[in-house]
């Protein structure tokens, strides 16, 4: 994808999508929305992280950086080919992920998908099985084996694992191996069916114009196949604890910070590898789509360090992160790059020198915008084209709730510059990001529908409840499409056409 060309999107999150399973996947309800986005101009579907979800349901604290989630495969292309029967679907609810009960029954359904396909496949759908493992073994031999030990320890932390299983004995991880050969192969399924289901998704997007964007976090969970695999990558002790964690320092959000937990990564082991684990990471993600942003980009070039036994961020430092010769190996071994680095928060000169050393845009976001004065970086006129306009992003409010909750002076602020009011904010701020001069612009699907709080993905800092929106194909109604479409073809962000202007 050319990030220079310009371009327009939207935000949603597979898990949003509609569908009978409790919840979004890359079944027929994805195909309709590509075929949406075609309609209404759009040329970008941004994703949130795709790997497994983690505590709190959340996509940012996953067990493994390289698989995918098990709960996206969608269960209609498993009963297409004869491996699983059509499931009795209990009564889910549409409009929010319930992950408590949609996680195990999904997780019953695959099982049952597994056996059919190990029982009753075709020989070339086992072959392709086949060379499948073993283009990706490099990470999902650790993986599988990572999670068919977990399954009968109700997913004990590793560390807690007995010491040669913990330690990654050979005899013990030979041992293991075999016991849990038929657990590892029904892990290795599930991946492999992911991959292929996104692949599928991915070739129907660009045969129509529209590109995916994924999410990649910057770090790993503690708890994860690759910290289990590669300790030594990681500032932990001799007992796999966290001697420090990331987390950023108290600012106007919040005054104790924010301690996220992560591990930390041994950048000298890792440059002594010239980065190898990190340009594998990558390889995987450009697999799987065309354009992704990396999230928390400014750890890399410096990064915040909390105390392990710190119960919050108001204890720590600053430490210098890899810098430029990260992404000069990466790029060495993939060739160009098609990043976005996510550039917000407490940004400081070197950030921004990394950022345009990389040739990678920034991201502007418009709610930001309105708290000063007409010099602010985030308002339109300041902006420049190696940039990502947003109305707002997972972890904000809707627009329209942005708005309801806005202080006094930064509505009136908002209502002057953009020209509009309660009812109209959405469309405002929207034709704004498209108007301006960033080369991409992307809105969540809330926005585009002028969706209230009740409607917001996350809430950072608050555990539980979060992740779980999901939009009813009726939202979608022929209106937010028409508009959505005009405001795209006027700012020469999509096809010219849908303006339907008349003759000359």
Excluded at 48 to 64: F, K, R
Excluded at 406 to 435: Q, T
Aim: proline share 7%.
């Amino acid at each position: 994808m050319n990030l220079d060309q310009r371009s327009s999107g939207v935000l949603l999150h597979i898990t949003s999508l509609p569908g009978p399973h409790g919840m979004g996947d890359f079944g027929p309800d994805a195909y309709r929305f590509v075929d949406w986005l075609q309609a209404a101009g759009q040329g970008i579907w941004q994703l949130l992280p795709t790997t497994p979800i983690g505590p709190g349901d959340s996509p940012y604290q996953g067990v493994s950086a390289f698989a995918g989630s098990p709960w996206m495969v969608a269960l209609e292309p498993l009963v297409a080919k004869g491996w699983l029967q059509p499931p009795q679907v209990p009564d889910f609810n549409c409009e929010r992920v319930d992950y408590g009960r949609v996680t195990p029954w999904r997780e019953q359904q695959l099982r049952g998908a597994a056996a059919g396909f190990f029982a009753s496949a075709a020989a070339d759908d086992r072959q392709a099985f086949a060379a499948w493992c073993e283009t990706q073994k490099s990470w999902l031999d650790d993986y599988a084996l990572f999670m068919a030990i977990r399954s009968p320890l109700n997913g004990q932390p590793w560390w807690t694992w007995e010491d040669g299983l913990k330690r990654r004995a050979p005899k013990a991880i030979a041992k293991a191996r075999k016991d849990h050969a038929d657990e590892i192969a029904f892990w290795q399924f599930v991946q492999w069916q992911f991959d292929v289901q996104v692949g599928a998704l991915k070739a129907y997007a660009n045969e129509r114009g529209v590109h995916l964007m994924g999410d990649l976090p910057i770090f790993v969970a503690h708890d994860s196949a690759d910290c289990w695999s590669r300790p030594d990558l990681y500032e932990l002790d001799d007992d796999f604890q966290t001697a420090v964690v990331a987390g950023v320092p108290p600012d106007d959000l919040g005054p104790l910070g924010q301690r996220w937990g992560n591990p930390l990564y041994r950048w000298d082991r890792m440059a002594a590898e010239n980065y190898a684990w990190w340009t594998a990471r990558i390889r995987r993600a450009l697999s799987q789509a065309d354009v992704f942003r990396i999230d928390h980009f400014r750890g890399f070039a410096g990064y915040y360090e909390i105390p392990g036994d710190s119960p919050d961020a108001t204890r720590g430092r600053w430490v210098t992160g890899p810098g430029m010769a990260l992404f000069d190996a990466i790029r060495q071994a993939l060739g160009p790059l098609p990043i976005v680095a996510e550039d917000l928060g407490f940004i400081t000169d070197d950030v921004h020198a990394l950022r345009d050393g990389c040739g990678f845009p920034g991201m502007k976001i418009l709610q930001f915008a309105f708290g000063a004065e007409g010099d602010h970086e985030f308002l339109p006129h300041m902006w420049s084209r190696a940039s990502v306009a947003y109305t707002g992003t997972h972890d904000n409010d809707t627009v329209r709730g942005w708005w309801n909750q806005a202080k006094p002076r930064e509505r009136a602020f908002a209502g002057s510059y953009l020209a509009c009011g309660e009812h109209d904010v959405h469309w405002a701020m929207i034709r704004a990001c498209a108007n301006s001069v960033a080369n991409m612009a992307v809105y969540p699907l809330q926005d585009v529908l002028g969706l209230d709080s009740s409607h917001r993905m996350n809430v950072p800092g608050v555990l539980g409840g979060n992740w779980g929106w999901r939009f009813r194909w009726d939202m979608l109604g022929a209106e937010p499409t028409r508009v959505l479409g005009l405001i795209t073809a006027a700012a020469g962000r999509g096809p010219f056409e849908l303006l339907r202007l008349p003759a000359c």
